[in-house]
């Protein structure tokens, strides 16, 4: 059965997890919040990975390896603009969907996103949260080798506002 985690942390530090998710731009290059961390520990090799995987769209998630990172693999998602990007949350929802779907066909056991639209991209916190579970709710029945899925996220209340949405779930949670 799938386990959940809610973490306070940084999604570049997640060495027990075989992917990291990143909340990538359409590029899928370096900028700030994730993207930074993500890009800045794993090297310039993932950007350049990247160039050729790139440009991706609202609710897309592709992957690359993981470079310097500890992690075998990164999967980009591009979250939607909030307000811009419609509809934000379904789109969003796409995001947790794809990344997952493409950890499956890569039988990865375990995954770490961070709250993906939640930074530049606007996207308010409690309802991202619940967008989030969710979508990892509806999934977790068809993952056959996604076994772990540890959400991580920057600050104290962002963490509790996710574990608000993740009491309210079916889902399994760890702690
Ligand atoms: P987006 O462009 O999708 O909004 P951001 O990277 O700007 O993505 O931010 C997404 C969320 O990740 C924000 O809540 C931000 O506080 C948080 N964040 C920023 N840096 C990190 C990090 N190193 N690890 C985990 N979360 C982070």
Redesign the pocket.
Known sequence: MLKVEIVQ?????QPDMDAVVN???ARLMP????????HGAAGPGLAEECQALAPISPGEAVISSGHRLPNRHVIH???P??GVDEPSDRLLGDCYRNALAVAEQHRLNSVAF??????????P?DK?AAVAIDAIAAMAPALRFVQRVRL????DS?RRLFQAALSRSSLTSTD
């Open positions: 942390g940084n999604i570049a530090s909340a990538a731009n900028g700030s919040g994730v993207a930074g961390a993500i998602c591009l979250g603009v909030y961070p709250a993906i639209s939640t930074g530049v991209f606007g996207y916190v991202a991580v996220l920057f600050s962002d």
